[in-house]
């Protein structure tokens, strides 16, 4: 029980980090990482849905908590462009929600191994794909700053940036199921070592 424990703190704060180092450019740059929003709430619901509802809830809020805290102080401190912080930010929630509970409940039903891995690729992208669709759209919707374009305009500009972002987060998420699947392996190969066999 306390190895669980002490494993779930482990992801939760790698997750926090992740966010924490990422999320204050979209894009990235020479000098930073793109923001792995995206891929930090679909690893929270894969990784930590072990845990019970209520911690996973917890560990759900204290991350939107943080990202809100850190839009804040990069337009109220760092003089980032408040573009973005219209009444459509709130839409954040249910955006992320949705990526944290498609990752909760592909690990509840899935592993990742074998054909689980072609599941959770499926689960991932559509899952990505759905928060990108969401969020861009209810910021058209009621953001107040497109009254004066259509919604196909507005569609036909906004999916340029469709791949970079889904590829981003796909990318991110990768990377975090690579990194878990060699300390397996090294776990495995550290438990059954050659001494250890009679």
Wanted: hydrophobic share 55%; charged share 10%; net charge positive.
């Amino acid at each position: 029980m306390k190895n669980i424990q002490t494993k779930t703190i482990a992801i939760f704060a790698a997750l926090a980090a992740m966010m924490a180092a990422t999320r204050f450019g979209h894009f990235g740059s020479a000098v930073t990482l793109p923001d792995a929003s995206l891929a930090v709430f679909f690893l929270g619901g894969l990784y930590l849905s072990r845990c019970s509802a209520r911690a996973s809830v917890a560990a759900f809020i204290i991350l939107i908590l943080q990202a809100g805290l850190i839009d804040y102080y990069a337009t109220s401190v760092q003089g980032t462009s408040d573009w973005c912080m219209t009444p459509a930010y709130w839409f954040l929630i249910p955006t992320y929600g949705s990526l944290w509970l498609v990752g909760r409940w592909f690990a509840l039903r899935h592993t990742i191994q074998g054909k689980g891995m072609i599941g959770l690729v499926l689960a991932a992208w559509a899952a990505n794909s759905f928060a990108f669709m969401f969020s861009n759209a209810t910021f058209y919707l009621f953001s107040e700053r497109f009254a004066d374009m259509g919604a196909v305009e507005y569609a036909s500009r906004v999916s340029q940036y469709y791949s970079s972002y889904v590829s981003v987060a796909l990318l991110y998420i990768a990377c975090a199921v690579a990194a878990q699947v060699t300390f397996e392996l090294i776990y495995k190969q550290q438990t059954h070592s050659p001494s250890d066999i009679v």
